[in-house]
T-cell receptor, first 112, second 112 residues
Framework: NAGVTQTPKFRVLKTGQSMTLLCAQD?????MYWYRQDPGMGLRLIHY???????AKGEVPDGYNVSRLKKQNFLLGLESAAPSQTSVYFC???????????FGSGTRLTVV | GENVEQHPSTLSVQEGDSAVIKCTYS??????FPWYKQELGKRPQLIID?????GEKKDQRIAVTLNKTAKHFSLHITETQPEDSAVYFC???????????FGQGTTLQVKP
């Protein structure tokens, strides 16, 4: 079992460019999440999904879009990157309510 | 909105001493409270969790206590070791969503 796999691990974007972060899990988890981590601000939820074909907004959704076309994959898109989106992005998955998360290894994104 | 406050933001102890990290949550319907440890450059990993029908849970040197009336919960680490040095995050579930709201994190330094 690979658990939760994120690609890429590092990326540098220019302002205005777009990109997609991929999260894949092999644990048959229903729920998947995208968080961003910034110094002193903990982990903030961007978007999440409670099942294939469903998505919902978290605390900081602006500037991001997501898709969950397959149960095992959860994609995070940045349509027009801004320097404020420089962060470490973590994907996570869980069985559902009342269960802990398994996190991916993170993607360090820098927008210049 | 839902909020989790975590204190202290930094904690330095001597090896062998105990460490206590405290969190307060705002949503009285929260019923699941996990703790995560994040080593430098690594992903957060679940170390212990507690549900609202339990007041205390222990796993070797780690224990968590929950006071639902006061809406706070705490992580206790006894006999600290240098390898306990990391950032620790508390979290509280949001009923009906599968979401976790995280505290801001505590950087624990254990001095040899």
């Amino acid at each position: 079992n690979a658990g939760v796999t994120q690609t890429p691990k590092f990326r540098v974007l220019k302002t205005g460019q777009s990109m997609t972060l991929l999260c894949a899990q092999d644990m048959n988890h229903e729920y998947m999440y995208w968080y961003r981590q910034d110094p002193g601000m903990g982990l903030r939820l961007i978007h999440y999904s409670v099942g294939e074909g469903t998505t919902a907004k978290g605390e900081v959704p602006d500037g991001y879009n997501v898709s969950r076309l397959k149960k095992q994959n959860f994609l995070l898109g940045l349509e027009s990157a801004a320097p404020s989106q420089t962060s470490v992005y973590f994907c996570a998955s869980s069985y559902g309510q009342g269960y802990g998360y398994t996190f991916g290894s993170g993607t360090r994104l820098t927008v210049v | 909105g839902e909020n989790v406050e975590q204190h202290p933001s930094t904690l330095s102890v001597q090896e062998g001493d105990s460490a206590v990290i405290k969190c307060t949550y705002s949503d009285s319907a929260s019923n699941y409270f996990p703790w995560y440890k994040q080593e430098l450059g690594k992903r957060p990993q679940l170390i212990i969790d507690i549900r609202s029908n339990v007041g205390e849970k222990k796993d070797q040197r780690i224990a968590v206590t929950l006071n639902k009336t006061a809406k706070h919960f705490s992580l206790h680490i006894t006999e600290t070791q240098p390898e306990d040095s990391a950032v620790y995050f508390c979290a509280a579930s949001i009923l009906g969503t599968g979401k976790l709201i995280f505290g801001q994190g505590t950087t624990l330094q254990v001095k040899p």
